[in-house]
């Protein structure tokens, strides 16, 4: 009898174990404890450097083109960007900002409106005048044949406080 009770009372401790320790536990999104507070950011920015690649035969700094990039933000981290390229309409996007907290790192990150529930990481900098943001692959957008289709780019801005 002794061991019967054993397994009632391991069976359901084993249980909660295996089913609380799984990896897909969602990660936590914050707005504070990275390198500087999301809310830092609040205000208007303009790019001084707008650079898109698709990593093959596009590059383009839409600055040296003669466009301009602006960029608005909420101290919720919800913001808006605006792409203004000399040769087309301009278009707007926008998202959210935040710090993906990750076995005790933070790490920079973009829900675009666009993408709702999927998030992208980038190399984030902020000082007092100017706001840096670089990503890898596909970590944004732009139509480089002006087809209508955006193709998957790199993307590297430099804001300025305006």
């Given at each position: ?6 397994i009632?009372?391991?069976?359901p401790l084993?249980?909660?174990i ?11 999104l914050?707005k504070?404890?990275g ?5 830092e ?6 790019a001084?450097?707008a650079?898109?690649?698709?990593g093959?035969t ?5 600055i040296?083109?003669?466009g301009t990039?602006?960029?608005t ?8 960007l ?6 087309r309409?301009?278009?707007?996007t ?9 076995e005790?790192?933070y790490f ?11 998030w992208d990481t ?5 000082n ?5 943001l ?13 087809d209508g289709?955006f ?8 804001f300025v406080?305006v």
């Amino acid at each position: 009898m002794k061991t019967l009770s054993n397994i009632f009372l391991f069976v359901p401790l084993f249980a909660f174990i295996l089913l609380s320790c799984s990896e897909d536990d969602p990660v936590e999104l914050v707005k504070a404890g990275g390198p500087f507070e999301i809310s830092e950011l609040a205000g208007d920015w303009e790019a001084t450097s707008a650079n898109f690649s698709d990593g093959n035969t596009n590059f383009l700094d839409l600055i040296d083109e003669g466009g301009t990039v602006t960029l608005t933000v909420q101290s919720s981290g919800r913001f808006t960007l605006t792409i203004d390229p000399s040769d087309r309409p301009s278009y707007t996007t926008s998202g959210e900002m935040f710090w993906e907290e990750f076995e005790g790192d933070y790490f920079f990150a973009i829900e675009w409106a666009n993408y709702p529930g999927d998030w992208d990481t980038y190399g984030a900098t902020l000082n007092a005048t100017t706001f840096t943001l670089n990503g890898g692959f596909d970590s944004g957008e732009y139509d480089f044949d002006n087809d209508g289709n955006f193709e998957s780019a790199s993307i590297s801005f430099t804001f300025v406080r305006v």
